[in-house]
C-alpha cells in the first residue's frame, strides 16, 4: 500500500471543500472495498477524508410517505430497519444477499452504491484495463468474460457493476442526494447515476471531484411482492451471476432491474410494461442489443429463467 495522508471532517460541506483542494483525494467510512483496491494498488489515492463522523447515519420517513437513509447507514442496519422491512423488502432481501455478515456490519449505504467492478482485469494491475488505466486497453474483451456485461458495454469496457442493494433501489426508483464542492446540494435519480462506460470507463458515476454522498431517498411504498434472486457460483459470499429485482403487483404488472449484466442495474420502462407477458416478454425488450461474448452468453437465458421463477413465486 502506497503512503497517504488522511483527515477527519465533521461536516458534510467540509468533507466535499477538503475532497475538491486535494487532487485525488478519496472519502473513506467503512472502507470494505476501498481498502482492498489500496492493498493492491489498484487505487493509489494519496489522501483519504475519514467521513465517519458526519451525522449521516439516520432513517427518516420523508413528508411524501418515503425513507430517506443517510449515506452512512450500515448495511446490516438498513437492512433490518422495521420500514425498510415492511415497507421496501426489496432492498433488506437483496442487501443480506450481499458479502458476509461482518462486512455489512463496516459497509455503508453511500459506499456501496460507489463499489467497484470486480472484474479480474481491473483487480490485477499485470493486465490491460481502461478503467484502472484509461487508454491502456481491455484485456476482458479478448480474455475470460463469464462475469462479464452481455449488454451496455463498449469497445473499451465490458465490466459489470456487482452490487446488489443498488439493484433493488433501481426497481424502486431510488434518488441520491449529494453536497458539491461549493456547497450546494443535487439529487441525482438512481437511473442516472452510473455512467455507461463508451470511451471513459474510469468514470464510473456522475459525481463531480469532491462530489459526497449524503442520503439515498425512496418513494413512497408501491406494495406488492417484492422479490429478490440471486444467481450466483456459490450460496453465499459470492458477486451475481445474475440478479432479478422484482415488484409484482397482483395484476401482474410491476418493475424489474436486472443485476450482474450490465455497468448499472439495468432496468427499462418499456420492458417493464410486458410484464404481465411473462418473462421472456420482459427481458426480449430487456435486452434487445445486447453483445454477449460467446463464455457470457449463457446469462440471456439464465436471465430469463430467473426471472420466470421470481413471477412463479409471487403468483403463490
Known amino acids: 500500500m502506497k503512503a497517504f495522508t488522511y483527515e477527519r471532517v ?11 483542494r486535494t487532487p485525488g483525494a478519496r472519502f473513506i467510512a467503512g472502507g470494505t472495498n476501498l481498502l482492498d483496491l489500496m492493498k493492491l494498488e489498484v487505487e493509489t489515492p494519496g489522501h483519504l477524508i475519514d467521513v465517519n463522523a458526519l451525522k449521516l447515519d439516520a432513517i427518516e420517513s420523508t413528508s411524501e410517505g418515503g425513507l430517506k437513509i443517510g449515506a452512512l447507514v450500515r448495511n446490516t442496519d438498513l437492512a433490518a430497519h422495521p420500514r425498510i422491512r415492511r415497507d421496501y423488502a426489496l432492498v433488506s432481501r437483496a442487501v443480506v444477499a450481499g458479502a458476509s455478515g461482518q462486512l455489512r456490519n463496516k459497509a455503508t449505504t453511500g459506499g456501496n452504491l460507489l463499489q467497484r467492478t470486480r472484474c479480474p482485469y481491473f483487480y490485477d494491475t499485470n493486465q490491460r484495463c481502461n478503467k484502472r488505466n484509461p487508454g491502456s ?36 426508483d431510488a434518488t441520491v442526494q ?18 455507461a462506460p463508451a470511451s471513459t470507463p474510469h468514470l464510473d458515476t456522475v459525481l463531480g471531484q469532491g462530489e459526497l454522498i449524503t442520503s439515498v431517498t425512496l418513494p413512497k411504498p408501491i406494495g406488492g411482492t417484492h422479490i429478490y434472486r ?16 422484482a415488484v409484482v403487483q397482483n395484476d401482474g404488472s410491476g418493475r424489474v432491474a436486472v443485476g450482474g449484466v450490465a455497468y448499472a ?24 442489443g445486447a453483445k454477449p461474448t460467446e463464455q457470457n452468453r449463457f446469462k440471456l437465458l439464465l436471465a430469463e429463467r430467473t426471472l420466470a421463477a421470481v413471477l412463479a413465486e409471487a403468483k403463490e
Do not use: H
Open 10 to 20: 465533521s461536516s458534510p460541506a467540509e468533507a466535499a471543500a477538503a475532497a475538491a
Open 137 to 172: 486497453g481491455c484485456a476482458a474483451l479478448e480474455g475470460v468474460s463469464r462475469q462479464l456485461a452481455v449488454i451496455g458495454g463498449s469497445k473499451d469496457c465490458i465490466a459489470t457493476y456487482p452490487g446488489d442493494m443498488a439493484v433493488a433501489m433501481r426497481a424502486l
Open 178 to 195: 449529494t453536497v458539491q464542492a461549493d456547497g450546494s446540494e443535487r439529487s441525482i435519480p438512481l437511473a442516472q447515476f452510473y455512467r
Open 230 to 245: 440471486k444467481v450466483r457460483d456459490r450460496a453465499s459470499y459470492a458477486f451475481a451471476l445474475v440478479s432479478i429485482a
Open 265 to 288: 442495474p439495468w432496468r427499462s420502462d418499456v420492458a417493464d410494461a410486458q410484464l404481465v407477458n411473462g418473462a421472456k416478454a420482459v427481458t426480449g425488450v430487456l435486452f434487445d
